[in-house]
């Protein structure tokens, strides 16, 4: 699978086998039960201390780091950003109150999303969060809790730039091959520009509202650095437009939300036009100049100093990605040899509703047998996951000869994978485990029988033969 040595700054190879820091991934495995994911300490606070050295270094003004809590609510992992010092982008009342108790100072918290209820508003409010406003009808809702609290709503406008600029360049996250402009434009998030410079008039006519920026989600479609330039200087035209039309309104805060990959990003990797074309991943360092720049150069010549404007970005992504692994255990391995070609499926105790992303963004991700980390590839097979579903989690993988109890490591699972993982066939979801050095800790259990069936009403009787019990439960609730 690979040669003895390091992986990246966290994992390495030791004597055939993986290792997550200071800890052997197998024994991890044995000790915690899988599947499982497992989050490195290190790697977490390398990437955090990376992207904000490298964003620092690119911009003139002052920089925030607003990680978004959606790529990994565990909170252990959430207190370990705060240590360094980064804010958070919420999305609704539940991550609102996570960041929140994690102890995210309420100035460092963006609330965003569409759809905001009154109570979320009036409670970013009184706590001080900055609002992200994607509607007029959320001008109001500010307003309104501006009133009810006593203290100005400190509010920014989510805008929806223009990427024509693009051309067909397509999105990473289609498979159809379709462009980035098009696949932007359907994406609800963002007021139209018709609509929102009425808005910011009656926003800036307000004294309840304090109007501090602007904020745009650019999103991973592409790695080329120069349709990152490209999208940065949309943005940079639309902020210099409302400038003008407020009577040279100066923002004080710019939010170009996320998107950054980490350097072994599988994004749309399982696309074969995406994998073609894809080359070396961008380093933060490009990433942040490419942006700072872009969006500096632009901004200027609408009279806007960057020196005078804070710089907001939400990596999310590129915080949490390869700080994480997935490990599963092999429970057989089928091989059938007629009709050709033949087929090998290495069944997994995980599975797809586990790493969701083979199916969201079209991952293809990279994976290794934790215990033959220096066995030579002699098999093609698909690996697969434990559902009923078709619950393919890599095509074709070149695999050492594997057999049950051997352990798969998915690399790079760090963000998303956990929040969007589900119940499907009434599986509780794994626990997460955090390695500091040499040691490990459970940060978020995994589901029980109990926690799956927990909100049912009524709930199971509690007896050692369920089965008739169960069934006269199951009627009686239809």
């Known amino acids: 699978m690979t040669s003895a040595g390091r992986l990246d700054e966290s994992l390495s190879v030791r004597d055939g086998r993986l290792f997550v820091e200071q800890c052997d991934a197998v024994e991890l495995a044995r000790r915690f039960g ?3 994911y497992v989050i490195s300490e290190d790697q977490l606070r390398r990437n955090a201390r990376r992207l904000s050295a490298a964003f620092s270094a690119s911009w003139a003004g002052p920089v925030q780091l607003l990680p978004s809590i959606k790529a990994n609510n565990v909170l252990a992992l959430r207190r370990i950003l705060t240590a360094e010092g980064l804010g958070c982008d919420t999305f609704g009342l539940a991550e609102l109150e996570a960041a929140l108790g994690c102890g995210v100072p309420p100035a460092l918290i963006s609330v965003n999303g569409a759809g905001k209820s009154s109570a979320l508003v009036e409670r970013a409010v009184a706590e001080g969060c900055a609002v992200t406003l994607d509607a007029p009808r959320e001008l109001e809702l500010a307003a309104s809790a501006a009133d009810r609290t006593g203290r100005p709503a400190r509010v920014r406008v989510r805008v929806r730039p223009d990427l024509s600029e693009l051309g067909k360049l397509p999105s990473d996250f289609s498979p159809e091959g379709a462009a980035i402009v098009d696949v932007a434009r359907r994406y609800k998030a963002g007021i139209p520009m018709n609509e929102l410079l009425p808005m910011g008039a009656r926003a800036l006519n307000d004294a309840r509202i304090d109007l501090t920026g602007v904020h745009a989600h650019l999103a991973r479609h592409t790695t080329r650095l120069d349709a990152w330039a490209t999208m940065m200087r949309a943005f940079g035209d639309t902020v210099g437009t409302l400038s003008a039309a407020w009577d040279g309104w100066q923002p004080t805060e710019l939010d170009v939300g996320g998107g950054i990959p980490t350097g072994r990003d599988p994004t749309g990797t ?17 990433f942040a100049e490419v942006i700072g720049s872009s969006l500096a150069e632009t901004i200027v010549r609408y009279g806007i100093d960057p020196r005078a404007t804070t710089l907001q970005v939400e ?3 590129a915080c949490y990605a390869d700080a994480g692994t997935h490990l599963s255990t092999v429970l057989n391995v089928k091989q059938e040899t007629d009709p050709s070609p033949p087929l090998v499926f290495v069944e997994l105790d995980t599975s797809e509703v586990f790493l969701l992303d083979v199916h969201l963004e079209h991952n293809r991700w990279q994976a290794h047998v934790a215990n033959k980390m220096e066995a030579v590839a002699t098999l093609k097979a698909d690996l697969v996951g434990t559902s009923c579903g078709f619950d393919t989690i890599v095509p074709e993988a070149s695999l050492p000869d594997v057999g049950p109890g051997d352990v798969v490591a998915f690399l790079d699972t760090g963000a998303y994978q956990e929040v969007c993982a589900s119940n499907f066939n009434a599986m509780g979801r794994p626990a997460t485990v955090l390695v500091s050095g040499a040691d490990a800790q ?15 009403l009524p709930p199971l009787p509690k007896t050692a033969d369920r089965e008739e019990t169960q069934c006269k439960a199951v009627t009686n609730r239809a």
Not at 270 to 284: D, L, Q, S
Not at 442 to 456: I, L, Q
């Open 315 to 317: 990596p999310g992504r």
């Open 34 to 36: 899988t599947p499982l």
């Open 270 to 286: 399982a696309i074969e036009r995406v994998a073609a074309a894809r080359g070396e991943t961008p380093t933060f360092e490009q």
């Open 442 to 456: 459970v940060v978020r259990r995994a589901e029980t029988f109990a926690d799956v069936f927990g909100r049912d």
